[in-house]
């Protein structure tokens, strides 16, 4: 175990973090003397638990700390995880950015199905006076208007061709 560059890294996320010892000891549920021990190298294997802890109040990466606290072995199965480097905040973020885009997604799928619809039933209306229209020349409906429904339905149908905007999907890192 580094405990000294665990110190820093621990020391330096919490500066920044703008909280005291005494906070992070709060936040994270670990005892004031252990974390002390913790970030002063006293104990020799650190918890890994108190580790997540620490990472996720601090929006640290996990595995920065699990290196320096000498958990070598472990780190074989985050250099696999592309998610590995990326602190608890940024996970966080990156599921907020999935959960937007899976809301446009489903509001652009929502809005042409609603089109399509839209389209579909101009089309049938359209069809059914064409028909009444070849079956009995007294339709108030004309030419004119099969021709303004079928634009309409065109119009419509045309929205509904393209494709979701895949750019606003988050970008993989």
């Known amino acids: 175990m580094n405990s000294e560059k665990l110190k820093v890294l621990i020391e330096d996320a919490r500066v920044k973090k ?11 549920g670990i005892s004031r ?5 913790l970030i002063n190298g006293k104990i020799k294997k650190v918890d890994i638990d108190d580790l997540r802890k620490i990472a996720e109040v601090l929006d640290m990466s996990l595995q920065e700390l699990l290196k320096a606290a000498g958990y070598d072995e472990m780190l074989f199965y985050f250099s696999k995880d592309k ?17 937007k885009s899976e809301i446009d997604l489903l509001d652009f799928d929502s809005q042409k199905r ?5 389209a579909r039933q ?6 059914e006076h064409l028909q009444i229209l070849k079956d009995n020349k007294d339709s108030l409906y004309t030419i004119d208007n099969a021709i303004e429904d079928i634009k309409y339905a065109f119009d419509e149908l045309e929205v509904a061709e393209h494709k979701y905007d895949y750019d ?6």
Request: charged share 35%; net charge positive; hydrophobic share 30%.
């Open 122 to 127: 101009k089309l049938f209306y359209a069809i």
């Open 114 to 118: 609603r089109k399509i619809s839209n």
């Open 33 to 37: 003397s252990t974390l002390n021990d």
């Open 18 to 28: 703008g909280i005291s010892q005494r906070e992070l000891a709060k936040e994270t």
């Open 168 to 173: 606003k999907l988050p970008k993989q890192n």
């Open 83 to 99: 998610y590995a480097n990326k602190s608890t905040k940024d996970l966080k973020d990156l599921i907020e950015q999935y959960k």
